[in-house]
């Protein structure tokens, strides 16, 4: 929605995809914090959004982002999207590297080693290539946006394989450790707390 908006979120990363549930659907997943978005578009106010800047978090940032931060677009965040499958799949991430240089450095020149030879237990092989693909250097490589990542994935074998009543027993069995609650600080104002 936001890329069809004409929205590049620049900070796709795991803190900020959030599975809820909405509408009765459960697992309903919601990206959160626009605070890094650009706008393809812009107004004229370049104090909201600035396009020549370094912007989003080392472990998965795009290559673009970092060589022509004022050539992002969807696919950047197709490549972060790639990056947040990538440690889904894996519990790792796609670069590591001791300095943020060094991160950086690979997410330009080193090729991703596929997930399936980082874990033991067995990653779809057309998940996998899909994953790879999100995470290709070109960004005309990639997936071209948002609906056709979601066209893709569900056209991968596995999908469906957790079904909605699967993800409404999880809800049910987890929902006191789900729950939001009001919890009073020392100073007497509430919070929302998990």
């Not at 104090?47 to 940032?61: N, V």
């Not at 889904?88 to 796609?94: D, E, N, S």
């Not at 990653?123 to 946006?145: H, I, S, T």
Request: aromatic fraction near 6%.
């Amino acid at each position: 929605e936001a890329h069809e908006s004409g929205l590049v979120h620049r900070d796709v990363k795991p803190a900020n995809v959030i599975l809820c549930r909405q509408g009765g659907l459960y697992d309903f997943p919601k990206v959160v914090d626009f605070g890094l978005v650009k706008d393809l578009e812009p107004s004229g106010d370049e104090a909201l959004t600035r396009a020549d800047i370094i912007a989003g978090t080392p472990l998965y940032i795009a290559p673009e982002a970092i060589t022509a931060p004022e050539s992002v677009g969807p696919q950047s965040d197709i490549y972060s999207l790639g990056a947040v499958g990538y440690f889904a799949l894996t519990g790792q991430h796609v670069f590591q590297g001791r300095t943020l240089v060094e991160v950086c450095s690979h997410h330009l020149h080193t090729t991703p080693e596929p997930p399936s030879r980082r874990v033991d237990s067995p990653v779809p092989a057309d998940l996998e290539a899909l994953v790879l693909e999100c995470l290709e250097k070109d960004p005309a490589r990639r997936p071209a946006g948002a609906r056709e990542l979601r066209r893709r994935l569900s056209a991968c074998a596995a999908f469906g394989g957790w079904t909605e009543a699967d993800a409404r027993a999880w809800w049910e069995q987890n929902a006191a450790a789900t729950a939001p609650t009001l919890s009073p600080p020392p100073d007497g104002d509430f919070t929302l707390t998990r």
